[in-house]
């Protein structure tokens, strides 16, 4: 019995460990990251924060989403703000991407790929 109760707790703390929450906070419609970049995001008014996670993608990236949607009065949404922070693990320093963007901006003293898209609400 002690040995199945020390496998849960086990299972249950490494769990833990791999599940860290959001590290930039969020106010109204405003994104605050305090590093990589050290930048504050400005949505328009309209929008409604809808909620964040934070994940390991292939066991080499730590990936941050803060999701803003535009409803109606229906509560249809009519236009999704999707906010990603990304990052190697520390445990992978050698990595790189090895794909580019025709669009880049600067913010906080470092480079980022823009890649958006606009689809029609009946597509």
Known sequence: MLKQIATVFLVCTSLLAQTNGPERKVEGNVITSLHDPNVGIELPKSVQYVGADRWVLY??????LHAFVEADGQKNVQRLYWVQFEGYVPTK???KHTYNSPRHATMGGLD????????RKDA
């Open 59 to 64: 066991d080499i990236a730590d990936c941050e």
């Open 93 to 95: 320093p050698e990595l």
């Open 112 to 119: 980022f790929y823009v890649d958006t898209w606009v689809r």
